[in-house]
């Protein structure tokens, strides 16, 4: 069973910055489609990037150009770097993993929530 250790959440003020982790255990980043994805007070959940065990990343709209993705093999971790931060953009975030191909095999790690300060 794959685990998921989430860190870096907190407080910023608008236009900040933040960086999540999600350092995955027991099983290689190369066979896992990796997400992060978001949960705001009375929002819908939603996928804000999804990062493949092939190495594409998207994005979606809502941050696209603000927030990146990337991975760090050696490390077993992938980041979620979110600049020019809105107070929208507050939630609780959640890190994901899908062993490539078997949609069966889905892991969540915990929680990081992120508030954004007008």
């Known amino acids: 069973q794959v685990q998921l250790a989430v860190s870096g959440g907190g407080l910023v003020e608008d236009g900040g910055s933040l960086t999540l982790s999600c350092e995955a255990s027991?099983?290689?980043?190369?066979?896992?489609?990796m997400k992060w994805i978001r949960q705001g007070p009375g929002k819908a959940r939603e996928e804000v990037a999804s990062?493949?065990?092939?190495?594409?990343?998207l994005y979606s709209n809502s941050v696209k150009g603000r927030f990146t993705a990337s991975m760090d093999n050696a490390k077993n971790t992938v980041y979620l770097h979110m600049n020019s931060l809105k107070p929208e953009d507050t939630a609780v975030y959640y890190c994901?993993?899908?062993?490539?191909?078997?949609?069966?095999?889905?892991?969540w790690g915990q929680g990081a929530r992120v508030t954004v300060s007008s």
């Open positions: 994901n993993a899908e062993v490539a191909g078997d949609p069966s095999r889905r892991y």
């Open positions: 027991r099983q290689k980043l190369t066979n896992l489609d």
């Open positions: 990062i493949w065990s092939d190495g594409r990343i």
